[in-house]
Nanobody, 124 residues
Framework: QVQLVESGGGVVQAGDSLRLSCAAS????????MGWFRQAPGKAREFVAA????????IYSESVRGRFTISRDDAKNAVYLQMNSLKPEDTAHYYC?????????????????WGQGTQVTVSS
């Protein structure tokens, strides 16, 4: 089992930055990748970014590429999402997730573990 705890959300203005953190504990050695997803009110949950642990590769959705950066702290078993140039359309509940099998990291169906999420609200 892997436990995930997110933090760092908040209310900011358009153009501001935020950094989300996700601390992983438990059987972290089994993790293949960790990702961030988000869900806005009335919308389906969507992929934001992912970090593949062994290859240390990253992938982003088109909507955040160039503005968001996902990174990992090996010592802390943590993943971060640095969000710059935030827009009102980035407003959503952000979830951290982990998967322990080699699979498409952009698809939420393959993720085994999820955090409770943290709210990000961007005002115009």
């Amino acid at each position: 089992q892997v436990q995930l705890v997110e933090s760092g959300g908040g209310v900011v203005q358009a153009g501001d930055s935020l950094r989300l953190s996700c601390a992983a504990s438990g059987s972290t050695v089994s993790i293949y990748a960790m990702g961030w997803f988000r869900q806005a009110p009335g919308k389906a949950r969507e992929f934001v970014a992912a970090f593949t642990w062994s290859a240390r590769s990253t992938i982003y959705s088109e909507s955040v590429r160039g503005r968001f950066t996902i990174s990992r702290d090996d010592a802390k078993n943590a993943v971060y999402l640095q969000m710059n140039s935030l827009k009102p359309e980035d407003t959503a509940h952000y979830y951290c997730a982990a998967l322990n099998t080699r699979a498409a990291v952009t698809s939420e169906q393959y993720y085994n573990y999820w955090g409770q999420g943290t709210q990000v609200t961007v005002s115009s």
